[in-house]
């Protein structure tokens, strides 16, 4: 019997081809839409390499003095006093304001105050830069990372070639750097062999020691263009005993709560002293302000300055587009279903008059919408396969690459599966309730 109601729906699909088009355009564009966005969003925010700790990490990029700006106003009571008022007043302190400055850290501050927290297994410093250099006459701009040894140890990037460098070569401020294959592309015109070679940068020969794989993230300090000691720079030019060139990455233990280490965090900034000669004048407060991955990916895109509101908005933003891209096509198919269905209301009122009961019937349609649905979800396969190809071929997104979730697609393919068959059975099961002399001479639901 099903195989006769597979063959049944094959025909339904061929004869009605406006419908078959319309609904299977809807599944198909759902799914392909749905994919390109989650794949987009799974190479930047996804737990593969060279971000394979992203759920361990907590950032600090900004690191804040501020001062409160206080008046002290009279504050005037009446009271009575055996019968005759009195005006008692007091002062009372306010703020009226507060100054702040915000600008990355001295690596001297991490360093003493972040780099032994109870929580934190390992942390790491850096900072960006970017040089143009040219090649054969064309300009090549590098995304350049000046970093400590414990970047290769907190960020998992796969070594094709040769090798990172460590702490002595940290140390001793040695002119080595460990390159990206999109730069030993661009800067060699090869991937191969690239190790002992150098790239003068910035005045310098470096010396390339290692290759690694370029991931394509569009967060500069996961997947440089290279990787230098950070011993290379002039660090005597920073801001201040507190301001300078860097960020800071602390990786916690896998599973522990960011918010235990983000409180080590508040607790390590209370003990740097505010009486150094570079801070400026009626600053009395330090904070540095720490956000989990996520929240300063959503940052970057909703710009609040609270990072968790950020990512709250991001994850409704996210949650609307996924109810949008699955509810809209199923009120689609169910209209379509209902129109497809009326007119056929004939056929299902001879099905009847021949013995089919209700349950056949609402099985019949209910297969054909799985089929249909099927075919759309390969359909949207093949469509979200064939542009996240487009956009990492093109560059269209930079140095972000798309990559494809199988998991999501497999969830996505089922629930797209289960709405088909509630579209198809909703309708069904009111028509196999006419009776039949209606069915086959009225065309109503």
């Keep these: 019997m099903i195989s006769n109601y597979i063959k049944l729906a094959w025909r339904v699909l061929a004869r009605r081809k406006f419908f078959t088009f319309i609904s299977l355009f809807g599944i198909s564009f759902t799914l392909g839409i749905l994919m390109i966005i989650f794949s987009f969003l799974q190479g930047e925010l996804g737990n593969n390499s060279p971000n394979s700790n992203k759920d361990d990490l907590i950032l600090i990029e900004t690191l804040r003095l501020q001062r409160v700006h206080l008046d002290t106003i009279p504050v005037i009571d009446t009271v009575m006093v055996n019968g005759v008022e009195v005006f008692d007043t007091t002062m009372e302190t306010r703020s009226r304001g507060s100054s702040r400055w915000n600008s990355s850290m001295n690596n001297g501050i991490g360093e003493e105050f972040l780099s032994d927290l109870p929580s934190s297994i390992n942390?790491?410093?850096?900072?960006?830069?970017?040089?143009?250099?040219?090649?054969?006459?064309?300009?090549?701009?590098?995304?350049?990372?000046?970093?400590?040894?414990?970047?290769?140890?907190?960020?998992?990037?796969?070594?094709?070639?040769?090798?990172?460098?460590?702490?002595?070569?940290?140390?001793?401020?040695?002119?080595?750097?460990?390159?990206?294959?999109?730069?030993?592309?661009?800067?060699?015109?090869?991937?191969?062999?690239?190790?002992?070679?150098?790239?003068?940068?910035d005045g310098k020969n470096f010396k390339v020691i290692g290759l690694y794989e370029d991931k394509g993230k569009i967060i500069p300090f996961i997947s440089p263009d290279l990787v230098i000691p950070y011993s290379n720079m002039t660090l005597a030019n920073q801001d201040s005993y507190y301001h300078g060139y860097f960020n800071m990455v602390l990786q916690k233990e896998p599973g522990a709560d960011p918010d235990v280490l983000k409180k080590e965090i508040e607790t390590a900034a209370t003990l740097v002293p505010m009486d150094h000669p570079t801070k400026p004048d009626g600053y009395n407060e330090l904070i540095f302000m720490s956000k989990t991955y996520n929240e300063m990916y959503a940052q970057g895109i909703y710009g609040d300055e609270d990072a968790s509101k950020s990512l709250s908005v991001?994850?409704?933003?996210?949650?609307?587009?996924?109810?949008?891209?699955?509810?809209?096509?199923?009120?689609?198919?169910?209209?379509?279903?209902?129109?497809?269905?009326m007119e056929r209301s004939s056929e299902i009122g001879v099905r009847k008059a021949f013995g089919a009961s209700q349950g056949n019937i609402v099985l019949q349609f209910v297969i054909e919408n799985i089929i249909q649905t099927t075919l759309g979800g390969l359909i949207g396969l093949g469509i979200a396969i064939a542009y996240i190809k487009i956009f990492n071929n093109s560059g269209f997104l930079g140095s972000s690459t798309m990559v494809f979730n199988t998991k999501f697609f497999i969830y996505s393919f089922l629930i797209t599966i289960v709405f088909g068959a509630v579209s198809g059975f909703l309708p069904a099961y009111r028509m196999s309730k006419l009776n039949i002399v209606n069915a086959l001479k009225e065309n109503k639901l």
């Design 123 to 201: 942390q790491t410093l850096f900072t960006n830069a970017e040089y143009d250099v040219y090649v054969n006459g064309v300009k090549v701009s590098l995304e350049t990372l000046y970093a400590d040894a414990n970047y290769w140890e907190v960020f998992d990037h796969d070594i094709l070639e040769g090798r990172v460098f460590d702490k002595v070569e940290m140390e001793q401020a040695d002119q080595v750097m460990v390159i990206s294959t999109k730069t030993a592309k661009e800067y060699f015109g090869t991937t191969e062999n690239v190790v002992d070679r150098e790239i003068e940068l």
């Design 314 to 341: 991001m994850k409704w933003v996210l949650l609307g587009l996924l109810s949008f891209f699955i509810v809209l096509p199923t009120l689609n198919l169910i209209n379509l279903n209902v129109s497809r269905i």
